[in-house]
């Protein structure tokens, strides 16, 4: 057995690699405004493909081919984070993702959501806080992996 960049364990021969994943990041600092779902805007391939990386007017959107995806987010979340949440959005459905009632600074939630599309589609993952919050670089993580049938 493997482990992916998040730590997550995987069984060799299960996923597939090269393009067929990628582990981005956003290696930037960014603002985060109160109450409002914000989606994040990732900026580096950490490990994996470059074509997973979102471009162009939907810097948050992933986009994703037909097929069943694995998508492993980690979220540290600075102070003063309140009532803070995760959710996957996808192009038909959303997914509440983990909650932090509240964060003293460097805490952080991880999850992982099975993804199916019949057709190419995309994913985003957005975040929430009642605080605003200055999102410092690299407390956003995502490991987009397909998965073989």
Known sequence: MDRNPL?????????????????????GAWSLSAST????????????SSALLPAGG??????????????????T?????AA???KIVLPTTEYQGEFMASSAGGQ????????????PGWVEVHLYSTAAL???ADYSAVLVERVRS
């Open 134 to 136: 200055s999102m410092p």
């Open 77 to 81: 979340w600075p102070s003063p984070a």
């Open 58 to 75: 939907t810097p948050a959107r992933i986009p994703l081919g037909a097929g069943s995806w694995r998508l492993s987010f980690r979220q």
């Open 7 to 27: 730590g997550n364990w995987l069984v060799t021969g299960v996923l597939a690699s090269g393009p067929e994943f990628a582990f981005l990041s956003r290696a």
């Open 37 to 48: 779902y914000t989606g994040i805007q990732w900026d580096t391939v950490v490990d994996g």
């Open 84 to 86: 803070a949440r995760v």
């Open 108 to 119: 952080g939630v991880s999850g992982t959501v099975p993804v199916f599309l019949a057709t």
